[in-house]
């Protein structure tokens, strides 16, 4: 047997575009101190969120670290280049990395995975 009352119930199809205007207008409300807390509480709940949410804003410029990113390898750390002479592919080396003629091509047990690091992060 139905009630009489009316339950309430979740839309069937519900307007996701109004529900996203809504959370953007809440953000746009929000003070620095309500963002803060709300950013924190991501943190604790689902870092990998909170990864991804701030990966969509840029860096400042004078937090970046000073001099040009270097190749390194991202399974192991070590310093990676370009080799000519061996078809342009990258391998792991050991010497000096400003100076031509003087790297040593090492066998480190795999392929190095490049990723571009600066010299702060070695």
């Known amino acids: ?38 950013l924190a509480f991501l943190n604790m709940i689902d870092p990998e969120a909170f990864d991804i949410a701030f990966q969509a804003a840029p860096p400042h410029l004078d937090d970046l670290p000073d001099g040009d990113p270097a190749p390194a390898c991202g399974r192991c750390g070590g310093p ?7 078809a ?11 100076t031509s003629g003087d790297q040593e091509i090492i066998d480190r047990g795999h392929d190095p995975q490049v990723e571009w690091r600066h010299p702060d992060d070695f």
């Not at 979740?10 to 205007?21: G, I, L, S």
């Not at 990676?80 to 061996?86: G, S």
Request: net charge positive; proline share 7%.
């Open 1 to 38: 047997m139905a009630t009489i009352i009316p339950l309430p119930s979740r839309e069937a199809h519900p307007d996701r575009d109004a529900e996203a205007r809504r959370r953007m207008d809440r953000l746009n409300r929000a003070t620095t101190g309500e963002m803060q807390a709300a």
């Open 80 to 86: 990676v280049a370009l080799f000519p002479d061996r």
């Open 88 to 98: 342009l592919t990258w391998h792991h080396y050991r010497g000096a990395a400003s």
